[in-house]
Every structure is written in C-alpha cells, then in structure tokens.
C-alpha cells in the first residue's frame, strides 16, 4: 500500500474519533545492518560501481530516529500533523562513495550520472521542535565502513538480491518432510556414495546398488550421491552418468526402505554454473531427493552477490545442503559475508563444513549463530582431518543477543564410505559424550 494511503486512512479515523496521531515520514533510516550507507559502502568494499542515477539523498542513524519518533508522540493532534524525519545534510552519493573509499581504502567505480532531480526530505519543521539528531555524521561513516571491513552480519543483503524493478520477488521455497530437517539436526552418518565401475570403466549396476545396500544394513541416515567420491566428471558428455547415477541410487534406496520400514536421507550434488546447476536441482527433485548438497566450485572468480543469486536460483528448486570445499580440490575461499546472505536463504537445511581449516570452519559457525539459525541449520563435517575432534567440541558464539551455543551434529564425508558400522557407533558415542564436561577415557 502507498504511504499516502496509509496517511489518509490514520487521518480518517483520527478525524472519525478524535484520536491525537502525528504522522511521520521517515527518509532513510540507516544503521550497521542496512541501509543506503551499507549499500554504497557494500559495493566500494566490493569493487562493484555505486549508480549515480539517484545523485543525492538525505538519511538519519536509526538510534535517532526511534528517539525522535518517540518524542514526537508529544506533537500528536487531531486532526494529524504530518513530518518529515531525516538528517538536516543533503549527501551526494558521488561524495559519500569517495569517503568510503578513503576509509576503506578502496578505489571506487561509478555508473551513470547524477540526475537534476533527487528524492529528499526537509525535516525543518520536526528539528524545529525536537533539536536535530545527535549523532554526528562522521561517526556513522566510520562505524559503517568499519562494519563492512570486518565482514558484520547485514539483514537485507540476501533480500535485497532478490528485488525487481517493482519490488521484492517473493519465492515459495520447497522444503523437505519434517522428518529429514529433525533428523538432520539430531546427527547421522551420511557416507559420500563412490562409484562402481566395471574393468571396463563402465557403469558396475549390480555392485553400484550392493554399496547402497551397504550404507542402509551399515545404520547410515542416508546417502549423499553425485558428489566428490562419486566423481563430478560423471556429468561430463561422453560418460553422462549422472542422471542413471542418481535413478539407480533413488531406486535402491526405495527398495531398503521398502524391506527395513526405515526411512533414509536422499543428498544430491550439485554442481556447475546457475542453468546446469538448477537443471540438476530439478533432476534430483523429479526423483524426491530431499536436498541438494551445493558446490560453488565453478564459480570461482564470482562476487558474494552472484554467489548468492545462484544459490538463490537452485534453493527455489530443491532445499540446499551448503558445501564449503577446500580450494586444494577445487573449492574456493567464502567470506563471512558469503555465509552470513546464505544461511538467511529459507530452505537451507544444513552445512557440511570441508575447509579443511580451523578458522574457514569457525566463520560458517558464526554466521549461522549471528544471523540466528544455529538450533535450525544442521552442520555436518567434511573435515577428513578432524572428524572426532569436530564432532565433540561445543562452540560458544558472542552475539548482539547474546552468546549462542552451537555444534557440528553429524558427517558427511568421503571417509565413512568405508567400515560405515563402525561410523556410526563413533558418532553416537561422540553425541552421548557431547553433553559430558570431560571426554571419558573409554570414548
């Protein structure tokens, strides 16, 4: 709805039943999180071109706002008197860039030219009798591009990849059944499914479906399929096997369900470019795989925001199981940042964490901690190097509400594609253990 209509229908009934209402027109609230700051400042620090087109602009430090929305309930009349509420400082955009890049040191790219016309408020009237905003702007420069150097938590960034001209794309993201996240999050053994071949290098069926038998009579939660272990080369032309891959394994796992009355988890790969990428999503959906474990290893020279535009694309197919890979096997470095717009994707359901390094495995902890969904995404270890050591340590997440406590539930790995039985009762004595002060000596 407009705001002109929202102002007419509160000037009707304050009219109606003499109720005392100020309305106030807010131009550009902005803090660390959002914001116009944070977007010019987002693409300095990204190298991207700030747009020009709307060349300048008016915004106010959200603490100053709420203040004097606040005290203007003090100004309510009938009938209602409207405000302006923003900084008294028209900013040029230009100006404001430059600044960030002094402060980030960055060089900064521009696109388009300043139109002779901008949408700004005047805020005389309100300052006239509150006092101007306290906050200096100075101060809300440096604290943004500090905010944005240090790689802090932004609410809109995934949102704001999604909008269109006319507004915010609203996407109805599939979700598997409630089963598969509950026990995602109570940790299983997911073997990463090799491939069988014949001395031929071909296609070994019978011995393909005798490893997925294994992995179910083993006690595995279920299989995680076209992935690393089971060679992403079987998607090139010429060998072509992802697709029977996937149907033989789809097949066989419905047939152990069928004899076992137990039901098993379904991981696709996922891997390539956004077309190949949501082709193979809507493959493994076709065949009620329940997630899509998703390598970003074709994308190595993309920026966060085309990272998540792809990942974005593919969610809207198929729930994702994230994949931080290693960049000695063909992964590549993911920032904060990165992790912060991708755990805010809806139907993300878990992580498997492969970095193979210590603090590359504490930023995707974190991020799923500050923005809030440590108790909903699953995190699951690809750490070939440390399996026990993640499966047992309990993290503790300072954030702006306070410390967030958060583990690694389970592991998808390459590694327990063999001695599969013995896996899974080395996670469940690593599960029991978890809620011990000391590891006992028999564990």
């Not at 203007?72 to 600044?99: D, E």
């Not at 197919?317 to 755990?343: E, K, N």
């Not at 190097?385 to 410390?403: F, Q, S």
């Amino acid at each position: 709805m407009p705001a002109w209509r929202r102002e007419r229908i509160f000037e009707f009934f304050s009219n109606m039943h003499n109720t005392p209402v100020t309305l106030i027109r807010l131009f550009y609230a902005v803090e660390l999180r959002y914001g116009v700051l944070v977007d010019i400042a987002y693409k300095v620090f990204s190298g991207e071109p700030v747009d020009l087109s709307m060349g300048h602009l008016n915004w106010i430090w959200q603490g100053d706002a709420n203040d004097m929305i606040l005290r203007s309930l003090a100004l309510a009349h009938t009938p209602p008197q409207a405000f302006n509420l923003s900084g008294p400082q028209i900013h040029s955009v230009r100006a404001l860039a430059l600044q960030f890049g002094e402060l980030m040191s960055k060089d900064v790219l521009f696109t388009g030219n300043e139109a002779g016309t901008a949408l700004v408020g005047s805020s005389e009237r309100l300052c006239a009798l509150l006092g101007t905003p306290g906050t200096p702007v100075d101060c809300v420069l440096r604290w943004t591009a500090n905010w944005i150097c240090r790689q802090g938590r932004l609410l809109e960034r995934a949102l704001t990849m999604k909008c269109a001209t006319a507004g915010i794309v609203m996407v109805d993201y599939p979700f598997p059944p409630p089963w598969v996240i509950e026990a995602l999050r109570s940790g299983l053994v997911i073997p990463a499914h090799p491939l069988a071949l014949t001395t031929n290098r071909k296609l070994d069926e019978r011995r393909q479906r005798a490893l997925t038998r294994y992995y179910a009579e083993a006690g595995a939660g279920g299989v995680a399929v076209g992935v690393h272990t089971t060679q992403f080369t079987i998607r090139e032309p010429g060998i072509d096997l992802y697709e029977p891959v996937l149907e033989l394994t789809a097949d066989t796992l419905d047939k152990c369900e069928a004899s076992s009355g137990r039901s098993l988890l379904r991981i696709a790969g996922i891997c390539g470019d956004t077309p190949q990428a949501t082709q193979e999503a809507r493959l493994a959906s076709d065949l009620h795989y329940h997630a899509g474990l998703l390598s970003l290893a074709a994308l190595k020279e993309a920026s966060d925001k085309r990272l998540i535009e792809h990942c974005q694309a593919v969610a809207e197919v198929i729930p994702l199981f994230g994949f931080y890979l290693q960049p000695a096997v063909g992964g590549r470095i993911l920032s904060v940042r990165f992790w912060h717009c991708f755990v805010e994707i809806p139907n993300v359901i878990a992580i498997k964490i492969a970095p193979f390094n210590r603090y590359q495995t504490l930023d995707v902890i974190r991020a799923v901690a500050e923005v809030g969904r440590a108790g909903e995404i699953a995190l699951y270890t690809g750490n070939d190097e440390h399996i026990i050591l993640d499966l047992l340590a309990r993290w503790e997440v300072a954030t702006p509400t306070g410390v967030v406590r958060a583990h690694i539930a389970g592991g998808l790995l390459g590694h327990w594609a063999f001695w599969t039985q013995k896996a899974v009762s080395i996670l469940e004595a690593c599960k029991a253990t978890r809620t011990q002060e000391m590891v006992p000596r028999t564990c």
